[in-house]
């Protein structure tokens, strides 16, 4: 499309595909070349913090953290964050396809936890009923998950660049679930015990409740002096 229109090429982000396929073995050698190809095409990348290679010989630009703006929540939700008086933990794993053991709840009762619908489907495909767990709180459907994080204390949730930078930006400490089957996923690992206060969860951990709540969070402050916040700012102009 770029090469029709006679336009410039700009990567704006933290990996490439070429780089995702790099662990799989000759299956993938046709795709990793075409992408690699593709990459080397651009003109410039704008390059993410918690960044693969991408080393697609073209210039670079550097930037830090890139949040977004908040949103305004719907005064009925925003009043159930303000009124409660336990400690609120956001639950995100979109896109894995997780679903949560609504009884698993029972277990952290300390705590209000914000859980998008599409965690709470049971088996039949419908939401479980919220009788007796006033310790959750439904995401409307309406509401980012990100426009609510400036409530809570701390996150449960995969790793992922936009949750990740978001919630450094919030000095949330994340419970990160690790994936080992995507290569982005340590790189980001990696970037998160650099950066904010964590801990790092298998997915028997999240299975089986064990979701260290009740532990101290990891931290290195040190480290955390050095990030910059204006990502977004930088990379617009």
Not at 16 to 41: C, N, T, V
Request: glycine share 6%; charged share 25%.
């Amino acid at each position: 499309l770029a090469k029709e229109l006679n336009c410039r090429i700009i990567w704006f982000g933290n990996f490439g595909w070429d780089d995702i396929y790099s662990p799989f073995g000759s299956a993938f050698d046709k795709f990793r070349s075409l992408y690699h190809q593709q990459y080397s095409s651009g003109d410039l990348i704008i390059r993410c913090p918690f960044s693969l290679g991408m080393n697609w010989g073209l210039p670079e630009r550097e930037i830090g953290i890139t949040c977004s703006k908040i949103r305004e929540l719907p005064y009925y939700f925003l009043k159930s964050l303000k009124l409660s008086k336990r400690p609120i933990v956001m639950i995100a794993f979109g896109g894995l396809g997780y679903s949560l053991d609504i009884n698993a709840f029972s277990r952290w009762s300390d705590y209000l936890f914000v859980v998008p619908k599409s965690l709470l489907i049971d088996s039949s495909g419908k939401l479980e009923t919220l009788k007796d767990k006033d310790n959750i709180l439904l995401l409307p459907d309406n509401v980012r998950m990100l426009d609510a994080l400036v409530h809570c204390s701390r996150i449960i949730t995969k790793p992922g660049y936009s949750t990740f930078c978001e919630s450094i930006g919030h000095s949330l400490g994340v419970h990160a679930v690790r994936r080992h089957d995507f290569i982005e996923s340590e790189i980001l690992i990696d970037g998160l015990k650099k950066y904010t206060k964590y801990r790092i969860l298998d997915k028997n951990d999240l299975i089986e409740n064990n979701w260290q709540l009740d532990k101290e969070l990891f931290s290195n402050q040190a480290s955390k002096l050095k990030i910059k916040f204006d990502g977004a700012f930088k990379a617009a102009s």
